[in-house]
């Protein structure tokens, strides 16, 4: 295989698993890190930081490239996405499969440098990976499940540079939770029809698209609570306030995107309000921790 065709298929293992919305999670691993180091009175070290992100990208990339496996031969029949890689033929199952293998060995081995707590946990989070590949099939639920999947991100940071479960890093995974869930229900919208009509599960599919919209809207409203509610006992301020005052005009914004009627602008709302949430609330934190 020529240097052109690995850098083509590389390429092509990146599309598939969307490595570019690693940015939704990323940011909130790195506040469980701010905020552990707020705790322990002292900042992490450049290997601690390290080896949290490769297990944030080991874990990502693997329940992508894990999803997109369980889900190919659904994705081949939904109009919307049979153009994804595997069922188009653009990877292969083989290749998908060494890069899950890979992702979740890079996982395991960045879990051991960080403790021992982290290495043994790591085991648990890829088993809910694997389950929310499979929730469609069986529950509506798969929204809350990839909520705490991703909740996982700040936490292990937290158990990481800690190694154990404090107050505010709770609030943090229950805010990520209910952020994620609320955003999936969006996300789901696209394909009501589809799963009604394959008996598929979804809060769309079992609620409709008003009452989804409802649900979502409450769930980013618990997000809100929590995000107030988690200074206490931290030691952030107001600056850290202000930023959750940009967060919320922000979830206003993405719910004014998304209508019952009309889901024109759903991608502007998932993939760029998403990732503005994201990164301005671990802007201000760290910012607010600095200063």
């Not at 990146?14 to 905020?35: C, D, Q, R, W, Y």
């Not at 992508?64 to 292969?92: C, E, F, W, Y």
């Not at 800690?162 to 229950?174: F, N, Q, T, V």
Request: with cysteine.
């Amino acid at each position: 295989m020529s240097t052109t065709t690995v850098a083509e298929k590389f390429r092509a293992l990146l599309e598939m698993i969307k490595f570019s919305h690693t940015i939704f999670a990323f940011p909130f691993a790195l506040m469980g890190v701010v905020l552990a180091a707020m705790a322990n009175g002292a900042a992490p070290t450049i290997g601690q930081i390290f080896w949290i992100c490769l297990a944030m990208v080991g874990a990502r990339s693997g329940a992508m490239g894990l999803n997109r496996i369980i889900d190919a031969r659904i994705d081949k029949q939904n109009p919307r996405t049979a153009g994804r890689h595997i069922p188009a033929g653009l990877v292969s199952h083989r290749e998908a499969w060494a890069l899950v293998t890979g992702s979740f060995a890079l996982l395991l081995l960045a879990a051991w440098m960080l403790n021992p707590l982290c290495f043994y946990l790591s085991p648990l989070a890829i088993g809910f990976l694997l389950l929310y590949s499979y929730c469609k099939r069986f529950t509506a639920l798969a929204h809350v499940v990839l909520g705490i999947c991703l909740a996982a991100a700040p936490i292990g940071a937290w158990i990481a540079l800690r190694g154990d479960i404090g107050w505010p890093i709770l609030a943090l995974g229950l805010a990520v939770l209910f952020w994620v869930a609320g955003f999936d229900i969006f996300y789901a919208l696209q394909d009501l029809e589809f799963d009604r009509e394959q008996g598929l599960h979804s809060i769309p599919a079992k609620l409709g698209a008003e009452g989804s919209i409802r649900l979502a809207r409450i769930f980013h409203l618990l997000m809100v609570a929590l995000l107030l509610a988690l200074p206490f006992g931290t030691g952030l301020g107001w600056i850290y306030f202000l930023g959750v005052l940009v967060v919320i005009g922000l979830l206003v914004y993405e719910h004014l995107l998304v209508r019952a009627d009309d889901l024109s602008r759903l991608d502007a709302a998932f993939f760029n309000m998403n990732g503005y949430i994201s990164v301005t609330i671990f802007a201000f934190t760290l910012l607010d921790a600095l200063v």
